[in-house]
């Protein structure tokens, strides 16, 4: 039996065994880590960098004429899980070749990884002598070069098997890989089944609903409402699977109408398998993407902090401005570092420090880290001309017409959201648009008079976020009624 009565063979202080190389390699890790976080080439730092590089705005082609062109960068919306067509250059998958998962995410604004450009199928004819796309013209959809150094990876798909098949459905995979192979091949077809055979051929419209046919297994790529955790949040897994309703399609019918008609085809599609495109719909939004991702100057940098605040609407500019306000506890119109910093990011600019520490040294001139806010946002602002300011002062001298002056109250009991453009195209409902206007002046006594230089500064704003003079005048005179 044994004695635990006896005594301890070494102190506590002695170190045994091989200390010095444990002790060793601890300092070699820490070392390395350091190393890495210096150059920023650790894990957790790539993952970022990636994540927000994804994020990154994005132009989309304008169409001149309505319909899609080969070459056109555009946004793919499924119209069951109204998500678009996104790539996670994040999780590379277990295969062979470098091939990344795609899913369908819910984005309010083309970032790089949601927009894909339209190619041709290079090794077949091109029958219709134009680049307009036609249903039943094979393609490749490629992701944005933006993503990944400028490789060119197709979305991909192939038949179901055991070991390659969607990760949670276990249906047919999708993803983008760099091969280029058939199984990177589709085609559009109608979404209404009982004029698709007669629109075989015709072009394809930028507001058409379309399903589009995988090549070589001639099922439909589709998106459900099953849930995909990747970084980016809850997103919905994207995969090839063709979804009919069953019920008949009475051919006796159609036959006896002379049409030539087979089952399949007239069965109606269900939404998962319904997409819709999203282009443009101003000229400004499509833009040269290579001052997006230049950081050597300055230049360039607020060229795509401007791209990113227009990108979020009317109050874009007014919103950043409201967020810098609060920020100011002194009243003073200066923010220092951290708040910049914070600033920026809360709003949704997705900057790196170097970048945002570039931009805040060319406003801090005096060097005493801070710099006026003001000064900042004046660099986005642009001056209305005769025609906006018309408009401004109209709509001011209205309300003061109405109700006597011009107050938050006033303001909040005229203002007509039911004839929004906003509202009109569907974009938000009436609340949203009544609490984006309400939500962007200044907090204080709903009763204060407000001036026509406050005023007026407010819609200053709210035009350098709209570039085309018939929209802002559009947002003007259906708010008023003028």
Same mark, same amino acid.
């Given at each position: 039996?044994?004695?635990?009565?006896?005594?301890?063979?070494?102190?506590? *202080?002695?170190?045994?065994?091989?200390?010095?190389?444990?002790?060793?390699?601890?300092?070699?890790?820490?070392?390395?880590?350091?190393?890495?976080?210096?150059?920023?080439?650790?894990?957790?730092?790539? &993952?970022?960098?990636?994540?927000? $590089?994804?994020?990154?705005?994005?132009?989309?082609?304008?169409? *001149?004429?309505?319909?899609?062109?080969?070459?056109?960068?555009?946004?793919?919306q499924n119209v069951k899980t109204q998500g678009f067509l996104s790539i996670d250059i994040q999780e590379r998958l277990k295969i062979g070749e470098e091939a990344y998962n795609v899913t369908t995410a819910q984005t309010?604004?083309?970032?790089?990884?949601?927009?894909?450009?339209?190619?041709?199928?290079?090794?077949?004819?091109?029958?219709?002598?134009?680049?307009?796309?036609?249903?039943?013209?094979?393609?490749?959809?490629?992701?944005?070069?933006?993503?990944?150094?400028?490789?060119? $990876?197709?979305?991909?798909?192939?038949?179901?098997?055991?070991?390659?098949?969607? &990760?949670?459905?276990?249906?047919?995979?999708?993803?983008?890989?760099?091969?280029?192979?058939?199984?990177?091949?589709?085609?559009?077809?109608?979404?209404?089944?009982?004029?698709?055979?007669?629109?075989?051929?015709?072009?394809?419209?930028?507001?058409?609903?379309?399903?589009?046919?995988?090549?070589?297994?001639?099922?439909?790529?589709?998106?459900?409402?099953?849930?995909?955790?990747?970084?980016?949040?809850?997103?919905?897994?994207?995969?090839?699977?063709?979804?009919?309703?069953?019920?008949?399609?009475?051919?006796?019918?159609?036959?006896?109408?002379?049409?030539?008609?087979?089952?399949?085809?007239?069965?109606?599609?269900?939404?998962?398998?319904?997409?819709? $495109? *999203?282009?443009?719909?101003?000229?400004?939004?499509?833009?040269?993407?290579?001052?997006?991702d230049d950081n050597r100057n300055v230049k360039n940098l607020m060229i795509r902090v401007k791209q990113q605040i227009t990108g979020r609407g009317a109050y874009g500019l007014r919103g950043l401005a409201k967020i810098?306000?609060?920020?100011?506890?002194?009243?003073?119109?200066?923010?220092?570092?951290?708040? $910049?910093?914070?600033?920026?990011?809360?709003?949704?600019?997705?900057?790196?420090?170097?970048?945002?520490?570039?931009?805040?040294?060319?406003?801090?001139?005096?060097?005493?880290?801070?710099?006026?806010?003001?000064?900042?946002?004046?660099?986005?602002?642009?001056?209305?001309?005769?025609?906006?300011?018309?408009?401004?002062?109209?709509?001011?001298?209205?309300?003061?017409?109405?109700?006597?002056?011009?107050?938050?109250?006033?303001?909040?009991?005229?203002?007509?959201?039911?004839?929004?453009?906003?509202?009109?195209?569907?974009?938000?409902?009436?609340?949203?648009?009544?609490?984006?206007?309400?939500?962007?002046?200044?907090?204080?006594?709903?009763?204060?008079?407000?001036?026509?230089?406050?005023?007026?500064?407010?819609?200053?704003?709210?035009?350098?976020?709209?570039?085309?003079?018939?929209?802002?005048?559009?947002?003007?005179?259906?708010?008023?009624?003028?």
């Open positions: 039996m044994h004695n635990y009565n006896v005594d301890h063979k070494y102190k506590f *202080q002695t170190r045994i065994g091989n200390w010095f190389e444990e002790w060793e390699l601890d300092e070699t890790k820490k070392k390395d880590y350091l190393k890495n976080r210096q150059n920023g080439q650790l894990a957790s730092i790539v &993952k970022d960098t990636k994540t927000n $590089f994804s994020l990154r705005l994005a132009s989309l082609s304008y169409p *001149q004429d309505d319909y899609i062109h080969f070459g056109f960068h555009l946004m793919i309010s604004q083309p970032t790089v990884r949601s927009v894909f450009v339209i190619i041709p199928y290079t090794k077949e004819p091109n029958y219709y002598g134009d680049d307009v796309l036609h249903y039943g013209q094979h393609f490749r959809i490629v992701a944005n070069p933006r993503i990944s150094n400028n490789k060119t $990876f197709y979305l991909h798909s192939l038949p179901q098997t055991p070991t390659r098949c969607a &990760k949670i459905s276990r249906k047919q995979e999708v993803c983008a890989i760099e091969s280029d192979v058939f199984n990177t091949v589709w085609k559009f077809e109608h979404a209404d089944p009982r004029i698709r055979f007669e629109m075989e051929g015709q072009p394809i419209r930028s507001d058409d609903t379309v399903l589009i046919k995988h090549s070589f297994t001639q099922h439909w790529l589709a998106s459900d409402e099953i849930i995909y955790q990747n970084d980016f949040g809850r997103e919905r897994e994207v995969f090839v699977h063709s979804y009919q309703c069953l019920n008949k399609t009475q051919n006796l019918i159609a036959e006896k109408e002379g049409r030539t008609t087979i089952d399949i085809p007239l069965r109606n599609q269900e939404p998962q398998n319904l997409w819709k $495109f *999203q282009v443009a719909k101003k000229q400004n939004e499509q833009f040269d993407e290579s001052v997006m810098f306000m609060e920020m100011d506890q002194n009243n003073n119109g200066q923010v220092e570092y951290n708040d $910049f910093k914070w600033g920026l990011r809360n709003f949704g600019l997705n900057l790196s420090e170097d970048e945002t520490k570039m931009i805040f040294q060319t406003f801090d001139k005096n060097g005493n880290g801070k710099i006026e806010f003001n000064e900042f946002l004046d660099a986005f602002r642009s001056q209305m001309n005769e025609k906006r300011l018309y408009y401004v002062q109209r709509a001011y001298a209205s309300i003061e017409q109405k109700a006597g002056k011009v107050t938050l109250e006033t303001m909040g009991r005229l203002i007509n959201v039911k004839e929004h453009p906003d509202v009109l195209k569907g974009y938000k409902t009436e609340r949203q648009v009544f609490q984006d206007f309400v939500s962007h002046w200044n907090k204080g006594n709903p009763d204060r008079v407000i001036p026509f230089q406050e005023f007026g500064e407010f819609y200053q704003d709210v035009s350098s976020s709209v570039p085309q003079d018939e929209s802002f005048e559009a947002i003007l005179k259906k708010s008023w009624n003028l």
